[in-house]
DNA sequence: TCTGGGGTCCTAGGACCC
DNA sequence: TCTGGGGTCCTAGGACCC
């Protein structure tokens, strides 16, 4: 099964407003979740179902929704109340099998093989289960139904809301391939006007079309979409624990074009920030750092580098960060930086260097007193002195619990 | 006051090795 | 008298997902 939340940033959102005494339920009006313009986030986030009819695209800008639909209620978003509400999804989602796979905070899949015996069939299950998630949790869900999860996740994204659909390999040919290609899974806004310049429209046709063709004009993405069209897949709902964490990264679309190295240096220092105390909460260190840059006019390009030893430390990623940003910023405005670390190990043991007159040790302490002084206090007890007077912001990303009162009864 | 932020995977091309 | 072929590793960029 693969379960979807409807509109979720926004379903949430609404329950949470009815929970705490509002009558008014944002589901039901032209709303969204959306950024703030003013600080250049301004893009749609969800969208509630009567936005949709004003033909309010999720990733559109604010600007451009509210020529749509100049009443349009927009409501900023809330990723901790997010968090909360996906982890009580899964918690019920828990009671009907072990095999849980988060895809994202919004959709997972549940393995039910072999749970008939408890449960019932598959269609009887998920109608209990699409029943408690509305009447426990307030909120609905599709759920699709099939023997892998690339056709149980194509399933749920039939007809919404609170609706529940099956596509068993015998139905593909009835229920996905009319459907035109662009809705197939992996199938995104590059690879559709592809498939439709060689007379592809449908996802029947890509299921028809000869794999040796889609290879030779899409290279291995024409074998997996091909395979997709023809319902092959066959991986397994893995548990998180099971998928290790490849790269952790934070960037930020800055509320100013930024044209000086200090300030550029500064905005890195509070992505970093987020990035190590993340990295060390994962018991890893990373040897490769790269920053991304994007400029004014919506170009944009990255540097990276192999480092020598594998680090942890908020200081010297920020010190790697700092000299990528110089070898590779070429002087124009700045509207977004960037910072990612990847090639992760674990952190229990380090490749010492015989070189480098390392206050490694140092470093780690100091970064294991704050991380602890933050988890303790609130992410803002301790931060940079050269943040003083900078009105930026000393620590960028994250999810800040303590900006919000905890979620309470019911959910 | 137009256009976010978090990920994973793949490919091309160059450096370098034998 | 003229430049092969196999491989690995690294970086940049682009595709896709939510």
């Known amino acids: 099964m693969h379960i979807d939340v409807n509109s979720a940033y926004l379903s949430w ?19 969204v979740v959306g950024g ?10 969800a969208k509630s179902i009567p936005a949709k009819k004003y033909k309010i695209k999720t990733g559109e800008s604010i600007f451009s929704a509210l020529q749509k639909c100049p009443s349009l209620v927009i409501v900023p978003p809330r990723y901790d109340l997010y968090l909360q509400c996906s982890n009580s999804l899964i918690q019920l ?7 849980i796979q988060r895809y994202s905070v919004d959709e997972c899949f549940l393995d039910y093989t072999n749970m008939e015996c408890h449960f019932g069939s598959p269609l009887s299950a998920a ?19 099939s023997s892998n999860k690339l056709l149980a996740k194509m399933a749920s994204d ?12 015998h139905e593909i040919g009835e229920k996905m391939w009319p459907l035109p290609v662009e809705d197939l899974f992996m199938v995104g806004r590059a690879t559709a ?7 592809i429209y449908t996802i029947g046709e890509l299921a028809k079309a000869n794999p040796k063709f889609l290879y030779q004009h899409l290279k291995s993405h024409g074998i997996l979409v091909w395979n997709f069209a023809n319902g092959i897949e066959n991986s397994s709902v893995t548990k998180e624990k099971s998928a290790p964490v490849k790269g952790i990264g934070n960037s930020t679309t800055i509320s100013f074009d930024v044209t000086d190295r200090r300030t550029a240096h500064l905005i890195l220092l509070s992505l970093v920030e987020t990035v190590a105390m993340r990295l060390r909460n994962e018991e890893c260190c990373a040897k490769l750092i790269s920053i991304y840059i994007k400029t004014n006019d919506f170009r944009h390009y990255s540097h990276q580098r192999k480092i020598e030893t594998a680090t942890d430390c908020t200081n010297h990623i920020f010190k790697y960060a700092c000299k990528l940003f110089d070898e590779a910023w070429k002087g124009e405005p700045i509207r977004h930086l960037g910072v990612r670390v990847s090639e992760l190990c674990s952190n229990q043991f380090a490749q010492l260097s015989l070189f480098d007159a390392s206050d490694t040790q140092k470093q780690k302490a100091v970064d294991k007193s704050i991380d602890a002084l933050r988890l303790r206090y609130g992410s803002r007890v301790v931060f940079r002195a050269s943040f003083l007077h900078s009105r930026l ?7 800040m619990e303590e900006d919000y009162p905890i979620m309470s009864s019911i959910l």
């Open 13 to 31: 959102e609404s329950v949470y407003r009815l929970q705490h005494g509002s009558t008014l339920d944002l589901r039901e009006i032209p709303s």
């Open 93 to 99: 989602l828990e009671e009907y099998s072990p095999a």
């Open 158 to 169: 039939f007809e919404k809301p609170d609706k529940i659909h099956t596509l068993y390999p």
């Open 36 to 45: 703030d313009p003013v600080s250049r986030h301004g893009i749609v986030l």
């Open 393 to 399: 912001k000393p620590i960028t990303g994250g999810v």
């Open 127 to 145: 109608h209990a289960i699409k029943e408690r998630i509305k009447t426990e949790l307030g909120f609905t869900v599709n759920i699709g139904i």
């Open 193 to 199: 006007p592809k498939l439709r310049r060689l007379g």
